[in-house]
């Protein structure tokens, strides 16, 4: 693939089919990247285990490698269509003018795409920071979220042990009042049988 982009004459949509292309296999390899990873943590032998970490390591360092041989074939192959396209469109012009035209034409393709390379650059760095915070943004929530629901199971527990108390407290009113009705009601009859002895005696 990264000869295909080395060799490719243009128009710029071909280049950006064959990147699309790269990229699709690059995350195919991060992916089965990340199986053999998994499948070395699940080794009971310490020494397979190591064996295939070391192998991962091994092909994560050559994914970085041709990423760096992806990148450099796009800045040759760029430069190269953009030299075409200048040629073809300086045919026909004089001469002297047109060698004038192309040396200022190339450096300045040459100061556009190094700093169309320096701002992708930046931008990939910014995407990379981002993604770092983003990440730790969602470690900090999950840990949050965590906490906040063990207070809730312990809020709810305590919410429990208050209701059982409020009904038990009730309940003992209720009693409390009804002892206090039966108390006073007591109370009433034992004045009135006074009363009767005392006024009415002969009753």
């Not at 981002?130 to 809730?152: C, G, K, P, Y």
Request: charged letters at 30%; hydrophobic letters at 40%.
């Amino acid at each position: 693939a990264l000869q295909d982009i080395r060799d490719c004459p243009g128009p710029l949509s071909a280049l950006t089919e064959l990147n699309a292309a790269v990229k699709e296999k690059f995350q195919q390899l991060r992916g089965r990247l990340q199986e053999l990873e998994q499948m070395a943590k699940e080794q009971d032998k310490e020494s397979e285990k190591q064996a295939l970490l070391q192998e991962v390591e091994n092909h994560k360092k050559q994914m970085l490698s041709n990423q760096a041989a992806w990148r450099k074939a796009n800045l040759a192959c760029k430069i190269a269509i953009d030299n075409s396209e200048k040629d073809q469109l300086l045919q026909g012009r004089d001469t002297l003018r047109q060698r004038k035209t192309t040396k200022e034409s190339l450096a300045e393709s040459a100061s556009n795409i190094t700093e169309s390379l320096m701002g992708i650059s930046r931008m990939m760095s910014q995407q990379v920071q981002q993604s770092e915070e983003t990440v730790q943004t969602l470690a900090n929530s999950s840990r949050t979220i965590l906490e906040a629901n063990e207070e809730f199971k312990s809020m709810s527990g305590t919410i429990q042990l208050g209701r059982k108390l409020i009904t038990k407290y009730n309940r003992r009113e209720l009693t409390d009042k009804l002892l206090i009705f039966l108390a006073l009601a007591l109370f009433l009859a034992t004045v009135l049988y006074i009363l009767k002895k005392r006024l009415f005696p002969f009753l």
